[in-house]
Nanobody, 126 residues
Framework: QVQLVESGGRLVQTGGSLRLSCAAS????????MGWFRQAPGKERESVAA????????YYADSVQGRFTIFRDNAKDRLYLQMNSLQPEDTAVYYC???????????????????WGQGTQVTVSS
């Protein structure tokens, strides 16, 4: 079965950087688009970034554009999220997601995705 396991979340100071990783298994990773979502306490889950099967097409929420970079290594079945210039409002649980398709059609919609990881906590201290 599909498994998505996130890692890399931790406590970091404002302005710092983190790289999240998602190890995928149970499906042909290179066939599918992937994404990252996040959920802060008391808030709805929101889209962060997504990319197509090859990584040549990327999509970002306005709030992270220019600070975060999504990329993938299809040889290693891994998805990454490089996060720079972190701010307290980036504090959230971050989730790795598998798209239903090879190219996202509605990448910001949770319904686009059919599998989710358990999440990794990112906390940015002010």
């Amino acid at each position: 079965q599909v498994q998505l396991v996130e890692s890399g979340g931790r406590l970091v100071q404002t302005g710092g950087s983190l790289r999240l990783s998602c190890a995928a298994s149970g499906f042909t990773f290179s066939d599918y688009a992937m994404g990252w979502f996040r959920q802060a306490p008391g808030k709805e889950r929101e889209s962060v970034a997504a990319l197509n099967w090859s990584g040549t097409m990327t999509y970002y929420a306005d709030s992270v554009q220019g600070r975060f970079t999504i990329f993938r290594d299809n040889a290693k079945d891994r998805l990454y999220l490089q996060m720079n210039s972190l701010q307290p409002e980036d504090t959230a649980v971050y989730y790795c997601t598998k798209d239903r398709y090879s190219v996202p059609s509605s990448w910001m919609s949770p319904g686009e995705y059919d599998s989710w990881g358990q999440g990794t906590q990112v906390t940015v201290s002010s």
